[in-house]
C-alpha cells in the first residue's frame, strides 16, 4: 500500500499505458496510412516493447517510475495471465497440459544437463551455473531468484544470471514466432507448444503468443503457449529443489517445509485454472451458472479476452521501459555465451521433439 502511494509508483504505470496506447495506435497507423491494410500485421506488443526500450535508453523519465513498472511487469502481468482463462474451458486446458507435459520434461532435462556437464568445464562457479540452468529451463528470472538462496548464490551472480535471461529471452520473443510460423504455420497449436516450452520468462512467452496471434491471426497458438508455459512454471516444485542438489557448493541443502512448497506455486497459475473452470460452468447449459443469458455471459468473455490483451500490452510496455542497453553491456562475455548456448539447446530440443512427435502427442489426447 505504500508503495501505490508513492507519486513514482504512478508515473510508471502511467508511462507504460502510455507506451501501450502508443503502440496500439502506431500498429493501427502502419496498417492503414502505409500499407492500406484493413487489420495490422504487426503486433502492438512488439511495438510496445520497441517504443519503450527507445524511450529507456534515450531518457532517464522511466527510472522515476520504477515502482510502477515493476507492478506493471509482474502484477498486470499475471492478472492478465489469469483472465486468459476465460478464453479456454477446463478441457481443452487439460488437453493442452497433457500435450505439454513431456516436452516440457524433457527441455528440462536437457537445458540442466547440459548446464552442469559443461559449465564448470568451461570456468563457470557452480553457483552461477545453477541459476543459468534454472533460467533457461524452467521460467527465467522468478527461478533464479527461488533457486539463489538454496545453493548460496552471491548478488552478483543472481544479477548477472538475470541479465543473461533478459537478452536471450527478447531475442526469443521476436525471432521464434518468426521461425515457429515457418515452421508450424498450418498448426498453430504445434507453434504454441514451441513458444512455452522454450522461452524463459512468463512475460516474453505472453509477448511472443500475442505477437503470433496478431501477425499470424492464429489466437490458439498464445492459448497452448500459455498453458506450456504455466506447466514449466509448476516444474518449480521439482526443479528447485534438484538445482540445490546439483549445483549447490555444498550437498547439504535445506529443503523448504510445510507452507514453503506451497509458496514455489504461483499465484496467476491458480488463477488462470479458476477462470478456466469459470468458463466451463458458464457454457454449461441453457443459460451460465442457471442465471445469465447467453448473450450476456458471451458478452462477458469477450471482455476478459480484451481485458487479458491489455494487460499483457501494458506488462510488455513496462519490459521495453526496464530494458538498459548500458546495463546489458556490462555482462561477461564467456557466462553470456555459455547461457546462450544452453537456451539454444533447451530451444533446439524442443522444437525437434514438436516437430517430431508434436502431432502424434495432441492426437494421443484427443486434441
Known sequence: MRTMRSPAFWIGLALAALVAVAATFSAEWIAASLLGLSGTPISPIMLAIVLGMVVANVSTRAEAGAPGLRFASTTVLRLGIVLLGFRLSLLAAGKFTLAALPFVVMAIAAGVSVVRLLGPRLGLSRTLAGLIAAGTSICGATAIVATAPLIRARQAEVTYAISCITVFGIAAMFGYPILAHALFGGQPELAGLFLGASIHETAQVAGAGAMYQVQYGAPLALDVATVTKLVRNLSMLALIPLAGILFGETRSVDSPGGRGWLRLIPWF??????????????????????????????????????????????????????????????????????????????????????AGFGSPVLDFVGY
Open 269 to 354: 497459475v491458480v488463477g488462470f485454472a479458476a477462470c478456466s473452470a469459470l468458463r466451463t460452468l458458464g457454457d454449461h447449459g441453457d443459460r451460465a451458472f442457471g442465471l445469465l443469458d447467453p448473450g450476456v455471459w458471451e458478452g462477458m468473455v469477450v471482455f476478459f479476452r480484451h481485458a487479458a490483451e491489455t494487460c499483457l500490452l501494458v506488462a510488455m510496455a513496462a519490459v521495453g521501459l526496464q530494458t538498459s542497453f548500458a546495463g546489458l553491456r556490462r555482462i561477461g562475455l564467456r557466462p553470456f555465451l555459455f547461457g546462450l548456448f544452453a537456451a539454444g539447446v533447451v530451444g533446439g530440443v524442443s522444437l525437434l521433439l514438436i
